[in-house]
T-cell receptor, first 114, second 118 residues
């Protein structure tokens, strides 16, 4: 199994509070991704990183920011959480670009915003 | 428009029988790839199988095979000899041509919940 951990695994917070989710990898993979999973939508890409300090937006980036100061860590921040951000958040990593580029997923973080 | 469409919200299959999970995709890229992931009730995402757009043969991985029909833009997953442990949510996903960054973002379908009946 790819070495990917996410913390926390579960979090309950209140509307308007800041929240940071952490993804940590031990694989030294270049690419890291944050997805959210919601019923009826599958997984949707929030942000991704293609190197230290190099990030870009995905399909549903509004209300989220990310940072990557080290290869192994990719942080997802909700500056002011809203109830619509209640979701399961998955981090994924991949080694390289190219035609075949399997993404390995972390265990997920269940976030509830009250 | 949806890039990945999975039209079967739920499917049932008898243990030891084969089952096909449908997936259609929409892209104008010539180079793309199709993935299937399994999500059991425990929640993790498990990679099952991959098919590249230039692969001439259908991909196979053990009991999993991908029925790739390029002209119809379909990439159905076939599970042979179903087992009780196959009960899970199954997601089809597509990556299009890589970004200039090299990142391969995945677009997921809404999933099919498979239940294997003893």
């Amino acid at each position: 199994d790819a070495g990917i951990t996410q913390s926390p695994r579960h979090k309950v917070t209140e509307t308007g509070t800041p929240v940071t989710l952490r993804c940590h990898q031990t694989e030294n993979h270049r690419y890291m991704y944050w997805y959210r999973q919601d019923p009826g939508h599958g997984l949707r890409l929030i942000h991704y990183s293609y190197g230290v300090k190099d990030t870009d937006k995905g399909e549903v980036s509004d209300g989220y920011s990310v940072s990557r100061s080290k290869t192994e860590d990719f942080l997802l921040t909700l500056e002011s959480a809203t109830s619509s951000q209640t979701s399961v958040y998955f981090c994924a990593i991949s080694e390289s670009s190219g035609e075949y580029n399997e993404q390995f997923f972390g265990p997920g973080t269940r976030l509830t915003v009250l | 428009a949806q890039k990945i469409t999975q039209t079967q919200p739920g499917m049932f299959v008898q243990e030891k029988e084969a089952v096909t999970l449908d997936c259609t995709y929409d892209t104008s890229d010539q180079s793309y790839g199709l993935f299937w992931y399994k999500q059991p009730s425990s929640g993790e995402m498990i990679f099952l199988i991959y098919q590249g757009s230039y692969d001439e043969q259908n991909a196979t991985e053990g009991r999993y095979s991908l029925n790739f029909q390029k002209a119809r833009k379909s990439a159905n997953l076939v599970i042979s000899a179903s087992q009780l442990g196959d009960s899970a949510m199954y997601f089809c996903a597509m990556r299009e041509a890589p970004h200039q960054t090299g990142a391969n973002n995945l677009f997921f379908g809404t999933g099919t919940r498979l239940t294997v009946i003893p």
